[in-house]
């Protein structure tokens, strides 16, 4: 996997927060349908650890599934999009999505389903597979609550994600599998002690 790694801290290239970390594997679901897209998940092992401070933070990982998504606000996705075609030059994005209760086609139970916000370019970022959905829950804390998976092109803009909370289990077993167990504990519980991780979502 030496061709695979991420970057965390102010990506400017002169910037001393500027991090990067080789992925030493990438773990696919195995319930992942090519037919459908269910269960469109990864985990990405780092081959040393991820350090966390003032500018690099994770985000809280759900922990209630019975948490309704109409009672979060504020959801944002973020993404690397061509600023400049002719150029290549790659910025990161971030745009507004509402949630859909019913989409065109069949959901599955590990699926979120939005549209995008009319005034804004949402849409134009929805192609970057992996980036991340996260909303704000009735206490204005952040929450990582889907992953994008795929867009619609023919089902009224509707842009599909990866249901965060519904892989806590699978995440929980997986990480302890390769002797680096991570336990989602929720903005319920979560501590300001948290100083490294090695698996990163995706």
């Excluded at 037919?35 to 780092?46: E, G, P, Q, R």
């Excluded at 959905?133 to 599909?160: H, K, M, P, Y």
Aim: glycine letters at 4%; charged letters at 20%; hydrophobic letters at 35%.
């Amino acid at each position: 996997m030496n061709s695979v790694s991420i970057v965390v801290g102010d990506l400017k290239s002169n910037s001393s927060t500027k991090k990067t970390y080789p992925i030493k594997e990438v773990i696919v679901n195995e319930a992942f349908s090519k037919d459908n897209n269910s269960n469109d998940i990864a985990l990405l092992l780092t081959s040393e650890s991820i350090r966390f401070h003032n500018f690099v933070q994770p985000v809280c990982y759900p922990d209630d599934f019975r948490l309704p998504i109409e009672s979060l606000k504020n959801c944002w996705i973020t993404t690397w999009a061509l600023t400049n075609t002719s150029v290549k030059i790659p910025a990161l994005q971030k745009a507004v999505l509402y949630h859909v209760k019913s989409c065109c086609f069949k959901m599955k139970e590990n699926m979120i389903c939005t549209n995008d916000d009319p005034h804004s370019n949402s849409g134009d970022s929805m192609g970057d597979n992996g980036g991340p959905l996260v909303c704000q829950d009735e206490r204005e804390i952040w929450l990582i609550f889907g992953i994008v998976s795929f867009r619609s092109t023919d089902c009224n803009s509707a842009n599909v994600f990866a249901r965060i909370v519904r892989f806590k289990d699978w995440v929980i077993k997986t990480t302890a599998l390769e002797g680096k167990p991570f336990i989602p504990q929720g903005a319920s519980s979560q501590s300001k002690d948290l100083e490294v991780a090695e698996f990163v979502g995706g």
